[in-house]
Structure formats: structure tokens, C-alpha cells
């Protein structure tokens, strides 16, 4: 069930006439407890048994790791509950992935082994609740929370329909704390939460699916050498989509949430406006950032024992941060590009950071638009399907291909991906160091009225193919 699907309006519809009209806050809770399942159920109902199993194992484990006194108690359980946890994301996840590469080593080693493949289904949404699941056990195990939620609350935690498919990642404390009391129907609420998605869906029908989608594919999905201003043309395309498809879900669910009255985390804050990694990683999908912060990178060690294990835990966390995006060698490959940039930006600051030079609202101009170019690079990996085509695509956007071209795109196309990317480099320069809320609030309600009226017109008259959205695969 998609966000932009008619059948989602409906759902969403008698979700929240059903939900305002219960006098009871707990028969609310069950209430979107239910609908949630029932919303999981519609990609495919069997997986709903995998998502109940990780809610009362997650809520059991921490229950006893909280309880426990001995701290070898406590350590058995979290270890037992993490190889719970990742075991069932490994196996659906990884598992065929993990036995094609080890078929591949066993074969070029010359033992010839042909296991049957294995028809895994990844079941929607498992990377996010499993994270949140991780999460909230650590936060028990370490002290950080306590495991007091009732089993409601946790299971509405894991399962709430906004955020379950495709984040964002929320922590255990801010959403359980929402549910303690009753949250009152707010007007204001209802608006902002019904603005927020009209935004989100505009920004995925219209611009990622509607524009630059059938751009990327012309690219991605064709075979043939591309020459330079057609690998440009498809990867700027899939810069803008990439970004449109995912801060559209994200506006989507952060404002379905706010009609029922819960507050999700920020996921997004004009990310191409980035000056340096760091920078982008603390406006680009903020809650897989943080929680990979949080919860890989500093019990590594993060910077606090030296340089040279600094850079290794930036190295280890990216990587296993692009391994969390996919099962493929091409989102290793992602992530380790930006665990690159990451370090290298590290020993720049340390040896430049001394210059005024970098401080020139110029010369801030050069690096922003520099990071964007280094970012697109890292795009070609996410979106290719294979190792031989990204390094095809890069070789012909670096003009170093020797192949004459085979594969080119409309110039009309290639116009305009460079003029929705320019104008989303634009808006997210301008707004970079505001929130969204203050650029609203300074803004006539005429023009706001009539900017969501033509969102509404454009999402509901464009023609075009329904897409799920690129973050459901993982």
C-alpha cells in the first residue's frame, strides 16, 4: 500500500475518522496497532508473523537485561538478542548474497559446488525496525532507558504505519514517551500534517517519478557506453530523484504521523546545500546517520584513540553503512567512497582549517558545489546494477572512456535533469541554515494556499506509472 496509491487515501481516511472517534487512549493505541499490521499485511501478509516475533522478543530481552543484576546475565542477553535481531536481518537480507559470493570463491578455487538458490524474499521494512528494535535493547542495556513500556506501547513503536516501511528511524524514548498520555485532535496539527504530505507526494509524483525517473532509466537501465553529457544527464536525474523520492516519503510520514498526533524525527535539511561529508551526513537521512553514530561508530571508539583508529572506525561504519543499504558489492563500494571522503575531509580540516580563505561566502559557494559533484559520483554505485556498469558510467563522466558511445540521451532530457537539479541546489542553498517551519511561517496564506492547490493539481493529473519508493527495497 503506497503513500501515493488512492487506496492509501482511503485507508488513511477511515484511519483517522476511526482513530479521533475512540473515547479510550488505549483502544487508540490498539486501534493503530491493528491498522499498522493491517497495513504491513497488504505487502504481504505472512511476514506480519516476523514482525510480531521481533516485537516480543525485542520487548522481552530488554525486560530482562533490565531486571538483571549480574553482568554477564546482562551481556549473554544482549548478545542473544542482537544475534536474534541481525540473524533474522542476515538470512533475509543477505542470504542469498552471501551464498552466490561464497559459491564464487569455492568455484575459483576449483571446487565446483552449484547449491540450489535460495528464493528469499526481503520482507519491507526489516532494516528499519530491526535498527529500532537494536536500538532500543542498547539504550536498556547501557542504562539510557529504562524497559517500563507496556508491551502496547512498544509493539505501536515498532509497527506504526508512517514510519514502518522506510523510516524515519525513531528511538524507543522519544515515540513511547508520546504514547503515555493521549494526544489530543489539534487543528494545527491536522493542517501542518496534511501540508507536510502534499509536499512529500509532490515532490515523489511529480519530480522523481514524473520528470526524472524516466531520465534515470534511459540510462540506468539501458545497456551501451554513454558519452559524457548523457552519463551527466542520468545521474543528476538520479541525484534529484534519489533525494525528491526520499525526503517526499519522509515529509509523507513525518506528516501522516502529525494528523494522528505523534512527532517523528527530522530525516532531512536541504542536504545538497552540504559544505563537506560531515555536513551532508548531519542533513542526509538524519536518523540512519545518527543512529549509525550512535550506536557503531563511537562504541568503535569514534575519535577518541587516535587518528589512524579514527579513520578506521569512519571506514568500518560507512561500509557497514552502505552493506545496510543493499545486498551488492555496489553499495559497499558506495559506502566506502563516502568513508573516503569522510577521512580525507578530516586531514583537510586539520591541515587548512587554520585558513581564512575557506571561510568567503565564495569561496563556501566552490565547496558546496564541489561536495555535490563528489556526491554524484557516489550516486553512480547506489543506483547502477552491477560494478561493470557503474565504472562505465563513471569512466564516461570523467571523460577518460576510450569506447565511442553507443548510448545517448535527448538533449531535452539532459536539460532538464540540469534544470531540476540546479533549481533543488538553489532552494536548498538558500534555505540551508532555516527550517522549513520558519520559511513557512514568514510566507502570506495566499501563496501558501495556493502552492499546495497546484501541488494537489499536479499529483492528482499527471499521468505517468505508479513507482514504489527507492528506500522500500532496503
Request: with cysteine; proline share 4%; glycine share 8%.
Amino acid at each position: 500500500m503506497l503513500f501515493n496509491s488512492y487506496t492509501f487515501l482511503i485507508f488513511f481516511c477511515l484511519v483517522l475518522g476511526i482513530y479521533y472517534a475512540l473515547p479510550s487512549w488505549v483502544g487508540r493505541k490498539l486501534f493503530l496497532v491493528a491498522a499498522s499490521y493491517l497495513f504491513y499485511a497488504a505487502w504481504n501478509p505472512p511476514f506480519i508473523i516476523l514482525i510480531i516475533f521481533s516485537t516480543l522478543a525485542g520487548w522481552l530481552f530488554a525486560r530482562a537485561i533490565d531486571s538483571s543484576i549480574e553482568p554477564s546475565r546482562k551481556r549473554l542477553l544482549l548478545i542473544l538478542s542482537l544475534v536474534t535481531n541481525l540473524g533474522l536481518l542476515g538470512f533475509f537480507k543477505y542470504g542469498n548474497f552471501l551464498l552466490d559470493n561464497f559459491t564464487t570463491f569455492i568455484n575459483t578455487i576449483g571446487i565446483k559446488y552449484s547449491p540450489a538458490h535460495m528464493d528469499i524474499i526481503l520482507p519491507i521494512g526489516i532494516s528499519f525496525y530491526t535498527f529500532e528494535t537494536i536500538s532500543y535493547t542498547l539504550d536498556v542495556y547501557f542504562g539510557k532507558s529504562k524497559a517500563s513500556c507496556s508491551l502496547l506501547d512498544y509493539a505501536l513503536y515498532l509497527a506504526f504505519f508512517p514510519h514502518l516501511v522506510a523510516g524515519p528511524i525513531s528511538r524507543a524514548d522519544d515515540f513511547i514517551e508520546q504514547c503515555r498520555a493521549k494526544q489530543p485532535f489539534l487543528v494545527s496539527n491536522l493542517g501542518w500534517g496534511l501540508s507536510l504530505t502534499i509536499l512529500g507526494l509532490f515532490e515523489k509524483v511529480v519530480i522523481a517519478d514524473g520528470i526524472l525517473a524516466p531520465i534515470v532509466e534511459s540510462l540506468y537501465s539501458a545497456t551501451g557506453t554513454p558519452n559524457f553529457a548523457s552519463a551527466w544527464g542520468g545521474t543528476l536525474a538520479f541525484t534529484g530523484q534519489v533525494f525528491c523520492d526520499f525526503a517526499g516519503y519522509s515529509s509523507c510520514s513525518i506528516g501522516i504521523a502529525l494528523c494522528l498526533g505523534f512527532v517523528l524525527p527530522l530525516n532531512f535539511h536541504f542536504p545538497y546545500a552540504a559544505i563537506g561529508f560531515s555536513d551532508f551526513w548531519r542533513r542526509w537521512h538524519i536518523s540512519l546517520s545518527t543512529w549509525l553514530r550512535d550506536y557503531l561508530y563511537i562504541p568503535l571508539g569514534g575519535n577518541r584513540r587516535g587518528q589512524a583508529r579514527t579513520q578506521l572506525n569512519l571506514m568500518v561504519t560507512m561500509l557497514l553503512g552502505g552493506l545496510w543499504h543493499g545486498a551488492a558489492w555496489t553499495f559497499v563500494v558506495w559506502g566506502g567512497l563516502h568513508g573516503l571522503y569522510l577521512i580525507g575531509e578530516r586531514l583537510l580540516t586539520k591541515s587548512l582549517g587554520r585558513y581564512q580563505l575557506w571561510k568567503l561566502p565564495a569561496m563556501r559557494v566552490v565547496l558546496m558545489l564541489f561536495t555535490f559533484v563528489l556526491i554524484c559520483f557516489t550516486w553512480v554505485f547506489f543506483r547502477a546494477t552491477s560494478l561493470t556498469q557503474a565504472t562505465t558510467i563513471l569512466t564516461a563522466m570523467l571523460t577518460l572512456s576510450s569506447k565511442s558511445a553507443t548510448l545517448l540521451l535527448d538533449s531535452k532530457a539532459i536539460l532538464t535533469a540540469s534544470g531540476v537539479v540546479a533549481a533543488i541546489l538553489g532552494i536548498h542553498w538558500c534555505c540551508k541554515d532555516r527550517t522549513l517551519e520558519d520559511i513557512i511561517a514568514k510566507l502570506p496564506w495566499w501563496s501558501i494556499s495556493g502552492s499546495l492547490a497546484v501541488m494537489l493539481y499536479a499529483i492528482s493529473t499527471l499521468p505517468g506509472e505508479d513507482r514504489s519508493f527507492i528506500y522500500f527495497q532496503f
